[in-house]
């Protein structure tokens, strides 16, 4: 009997998997090896590792956290998952059924993307989410915004911090009037047209096409497509979740707990700011809420 299994080996697992392995408690995590940031070849806003390829990152939090002898890094996808706190079964693709008092969810999340030509070969480079992880590397240069959702509006704003020539492309939605004019005010053009393909050269893009033909220079697209959980175990529990602008998070409170008792989760699953650093912040709180609740 394990005291936590930890489904999903990444920034968050590996992360409460640490500290669970520093408080001696026996710990199996299983993990596919798909981190979200695969696509980046480089990871920012990281304390101490600023830059460092996330495969890097992962790969010296596997060996470190390997050095706790209680804990058990296994590669394999769950698949079911039942039981009750201090009796929950984990079955895996791979045919193994491990049991665990506690169990943390951290399976992360996947991007659907959408069916641009380019799109998805400038994911992560050029096509980027999130200025704080990747726009000082295309500060200054000719930045849009592919319009999802109401949330996009926000977008031209903040990213004001890094460029002043900002195009929003509506991709066939309307705005209202008064929010057209704010952005007008601001300086951002607004092209209301679908974008029909992305040019760029090994995911470095140049620029994009319309549907009408027409052209724009772009040095980076900002994109927000919609993701999902990467596992449906939180469905298989009947968790409870919560919508967000991009997807569905799952609902947690203190200390990462979600609404089942002995069932804590981390990382992207449960919030809607996704970074290295919040996943790591979440791991190790679930992992505490987790002890926590072992030791009444
Ligand atoms: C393109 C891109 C670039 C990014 N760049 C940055 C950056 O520069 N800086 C930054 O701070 N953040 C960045 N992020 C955000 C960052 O990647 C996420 O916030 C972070 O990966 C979340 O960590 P996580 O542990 O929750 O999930 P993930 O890292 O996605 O890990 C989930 C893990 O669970 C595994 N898994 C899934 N299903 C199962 C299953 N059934 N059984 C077992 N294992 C399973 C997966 O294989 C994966 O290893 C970026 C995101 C993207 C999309």
Redesign the pocket.
């Given at each position: 009997m394990q005291d936590v299994i930890i489904?999903?080996?990444?920034?968050?697992?590996l992360t409460a998997a640490m500290q669970l392995g520093r408080a001696r408690r026996q710990v199996t995590v299983?993990?596919?090896?798909?981190?979200?940031?695969r696509?980046?070849e480089?990871?920012?806003?990281?304390f101490g590792f600023d830059g460092t390829p996330?495969g890097d990152l992962l790969k010296a939090a596997r060996a470190q956290v390997a050095q706790y002898p209680t804990v058990k890094q296994v590669s394999?996808?769950?698949?079911g998952i039942s039981g009750e706190p201090d009796n929950f079964i984990v079955t895996t693709a791979e045919g193994e059924t491990i049991s665990g008092r506690r169990i943390i969810l951290?399976?992360?999340?996947v991007?659907e993307f959408p069916a641009i030509p380019g799109f998805a070969e400038s994911?992560?480079k050029t096509v980027?989410?999130?200025p704080f992880?990747?726009g000082y590397e295309v500060a200054g240069t000719r930045w849009g915004l592919l319009y999802s959702s109401p949330m996009s509006l926000h977008g031209p704003v903040l990213y004001a911090n890094w460029t002043d020539d900002i195009t929003l492309i509506l991709d066939g939605n309307d705005i209202i009037d008064e929010e057209r004019s704010k952005l007008e005010k601001r300086g951002v053009r607004i092209v209301d047209g679908k974008l029909a393909s992305i040019q760029h050269d090994g995911g470095r893009i140049s620029g994009v096409t319309m549907e009408d033909g027409s052209q724009i220079g772009l040095e980076a697209l900002y994109a927000h497509p919609r993701n999902r959980p990467?596992?449906d175990?939180h469905l298989q529990l009947g968790l409870e979740t919560k919508e967000t602008p991009t997807g569905i998070m799952l609902a947690i409170g203190d200390m990462q707990a979600t609404s089942k008792p002995g069932i804590f989760a981390?990382?992207?699953?449960t919030t809607g700011m996704?970074?290295?650093?919040?996943?790591n912040n979440s791991?190790s709180l679930a992992a505490m809420g987790a002890l926590q609740s072992m030791m009444v």
């Open positions: 489904i999903g080996g990444s920034f968050a697992g299983l993990d596919t090896g798909l981190n979200r940031n696509y980046a480089h990871a920012h806003n990281i996330p394999g996808r769950a698949i951290s399976y992360g999340i991007d994911w992560g980027i989410h999130c992880c990747h990467s596992a175990l981390a990382g992207d699953l996704h970074s290295v650093t919040f996943a791991g």
